[in-house]
């Protein structure tokens, strides 16, 4: 059983949270947030400690005493470069779905990669993970498609999608082509329109609850605990998955 820490307790912790203790594989052993510390109902019959760590020594003073084999990162960049040492010096696996990280950020989760597991996505979710490898696919194949992105969220997100700028830099399209849309009731949506003579292909994924990421998560988390050290992207464990499926695939000659 993989013992896990969920930094970030926002609606997405909270949704990943619930799916974690549902999974026998996993053992939810506490929650880094940012408000103060004390327990966390979760279930009527589970709550757990939850602690307000932000700085390096927090962080080594609370894994010292609460040791746990991997983290689930669904708060701030800042985090990483609060936690990080604690990954590196104790060979912990991260799994980040933080989508604001900037380059200097991200080249220091790669430099974590070399003595730990890492992994880095700004959308932990299965099904868009599929979308991007599907989109890939069809741009190699099709480089004189025309190429649109939508992606829909609920009012308050400020920002771009991570997400959708992950796609448009995947298939090399330029981020202008990304279309925004706010509204209410919408978790999130993504859509990869490519347009051909005289037909369309519309790659779709909708985000119906949060609990997706949670699913995600614990993706990773399984593929995680079978690799060697090194910065990996959800990419690379699907990629990992398609190559071991085409293996076990008997090709057939040409008539």
Same mark, same amino acid.
């Given at each position: 059983?993989?013992?896990?820490?969920?930094?970030?307790?926002?609606?997405?912790?909270?949704?990943?949270? #619930?799916?974690?203790?549902?999974?026998?594989?996993?053992?939810?052993?506490?929650?880094?947030?940012?408000?103060?510390?004390?327990?966390?109902? =979760?279930?009527?019959?589970?709550?757990?400690?939850?602690?307000?760590?932000?700085?390096?020594?927090?962080?080594?003073?609370?894994?010292?005493?609460?040791?746990?084999?991997?983290?689930?990162?669904? #708060?701030?960049?800042? #985090? =990483?470069?609060?936690?990080?040492?604690?990954?590196?010096?104790?060979?912990?696996?991260?799994?980040?779905?933080?989508?604001?990280?900037?380059?200097?950020?991200?080249?220091?989760?790669?430099?974590?990669?070399?003595?730990?597991?890492?992994?880095?996505?700004?959308?932990?979710?299965?099904?868009?993970?599929?979308?991007?490898?599907?989109?890939?696919?069809?741009?190699?194949?099709?480089?004189?498609?025309?190429?649109?992105?939508?992606?829909?969220?609920?009012?308050?997100?400020?920002?771009?999608?991570?997400?959708?700028?992950?796609?448009?830099?995947?298939?090399?399209?330029?981020?202008?082509?990304?279309?925004?849309?706010?509204?209410?009731?919408?978790?999130?949506?993504?859509?990869?329109?490519?347009?051909?003579?005289?037909?369309?292909?519309?790659?779709?994924?909708?985000?119906?609850?949060?609990?997706?990421?949670?699913?995600?998560?614990?993706?990773?988390?399984?593929? =995680?605990?079978?690799?060697?050290?090194?910065?990996?992207?959800?990419?690379?464990?699907?990629?990992?998955?398609?190559?071991?499926?085409?293996?076990?695939?008997?090709?057939?000659?040409?008539?």
């Amino acid at each position: 059983m993989i013992k896990v820490g969920l930094v970030g307790f926002g609606k997405a912790g909270q949704a990943v949270a #619930s799916v974690l203790l549902e999974d026998p594989r996993f053992e939810l052993c506490w929650i880094a947030r940012q408000s103060a510390d004390g327990l966390v109902q =979760l279930t009527p019959e589970v709550a757990l400690p939850s602690v307000a760590l932000t700085t390096p020594q927090a962080w080594a003073d609370w894994l010292a005493v609460h040791p746990v084999d991997a983290l689930v990162d669904f #708060s701030k960049p800042a #985090s =990483l470069h609060a936690y990080g040492e604690q990954v590196r010096q104790r060979g912990l696996m991260l799994v980040s779905a933080i989508s604001a990280y900037s380059a200097q950020d991200l080249a220091y989760a790669h430099e974590l990669g070399t003595q730990a597991r890492v992994l880095c996505s700004p959308n932990i979710t299965v099904g868009i993970n599929f979308l991007i490898l599907a989109a890939r696919l069809l741009r190699t194949i099709a480089p004189f498609a025309d190429v649109e992105i939508l992606e829909q969220h609920f009012r308050d997100k400020p920002e771009v999608s991570g997400t959708a700028r992950k796609i448009a830099q995947s298939i090399d399209v330029d981020e202008d082509r990304i279309t925004s849309l706010r509204l209410g009731g919408i978790v999130g949506h993504h859509e990869v329109i490519f347009g051909f003579p005289y037909q369309t292909v519309r790659l779709i994924h909708n985000s119906i609850e949060r609990r997706a990421f949670g699913t995600g998560a614990a993706f990773a988390l399984a593929q =995680l605990a079978e690799r060697s050290n090194g910065f990996y992207t959800f990419d690379d464990l699907m990629m990992h998955m398609v190559r071991q499926e085409l293996m076990k695939t008997p090709t057939t000659s040409p008539l």
